[in-house]
Structure formats: structure tokens, C-alpha cells
């Protein structure tokens, strides 16, 4: 009984570091040209080739859960599975006739589905732009509280 919880202890251990590569594997992929600066469990700090940092999050299996960043002008991010890259986003953002400036995120709610959030200025006032990262449509053009 111990040698078969040696055995899976062992079997862990030497997986974290698998998974570690595999997280930071796909967190490159999506952002080419990147170089990774940091890694915490299923987090990965990339930097861009404009010297921006994009934080990219996995679920425990590996698969893709959420990206963020702080320099929409920036930054590159191209997600795959079927999303817009960030670039195109923010091109249907301002094709709406918003500016996105700053801070963004990309993610996966059950009410909103994919979204990317951006932050953005329109007469003076903070604004908050939320579009579908599937199809580029500006769902919610709100005041930033």
C-alpha cells in the first residue's frame, strides 16, 4: 500500500512540470512572438514583442480560461478556438465608433458568453465597452463606475 502511494505522489510530482510547459506552450501560441517573464500553477505572465505583459489563465485541465492585459494598443492576443484575436476586436470596437484605451480582458461567463472587455473614454467619462468574441458586436456601451 505505501509503494502505491509513493507511486502516485511520485506521478504527480513529475506531471507539474509537464503542465507548466503545456500552460506556457499554449500561452505563447497565442501570443506570438512573446516571451514568457512569469509562471504561478495554471498563470502566465508573457511579454509581447512591444514589451507589454499579457496575462493568460488556464483551467486545471489546461484548457484556455481568461486573458487580460493593460495596453489595448499594445498588446497582441490571438486566442484561437474560433475568438476574434484582440486586434480584430478592438478594430469592431472602434468601427462602432468607441476608443478603446488601457486596460482589456477576454473571457467566459454562462450570461455573456465570450467577451472581450475593454475600458475606454467618450466625452470625458470613463466608458466600458463588451463585445461578442465570437462574431466582433458591441453588446454593452456603459459609464464605468
Do not use: C
Not at 484548457?63 to 469592431?92: I, M
Amino acid at each position: 500500500m505505501k509503494s502505491v502511494k509513493v507511486l502516485t505522489v511520485g506521478l504527480l510530482a513529475l506531471s507539474l512540470p509537464v503542465f507548466a510547459a503545456t500552460v506556457s506552450e499554449s500561452a505563447l501560441k497565442m501570443i506570438p512572438g512573446g516571451k514568457v517573464v512569469q509562471e504561478k500553477e495554471k498563470e502566465v505572465k508573457v511579454q509581447t514583442k512591444d514589451g507589454s505583459i499579457v496575462e493568460v489563465e488556464f483551467k486545471r485541465n489546461g484548457d484556455f480560461e481568461e486573458a487580460s492585459g493593460h495596453a489595448v494598443d499594445k498588446d497582441t492576443f490571438e486566442p484561437g478556438q474560433n475568438l476574434l484575436s484582440l486586434k480584430d476586436a478592438v478594430a469592431s470596437v472602434k468601427k462602432a465608433g468607441k476608443t478603446p484605451v488601457g486596460d482589456w480582458s477576454l473571457e467566459d461567463s454562462m450570461m455573456k458568453g465570450w467577451h472581450y472587455e475593454f475600458e475606454g473614454m467618450e466625452n470625458g467619462k470613463a466608458m466600458e465597452y463588451l463585445v461578442d468574441a465570437k462574431t466582433g458586436k458591441l453588446r454593452e456601451s456603459r459609464q464605468d463606475d
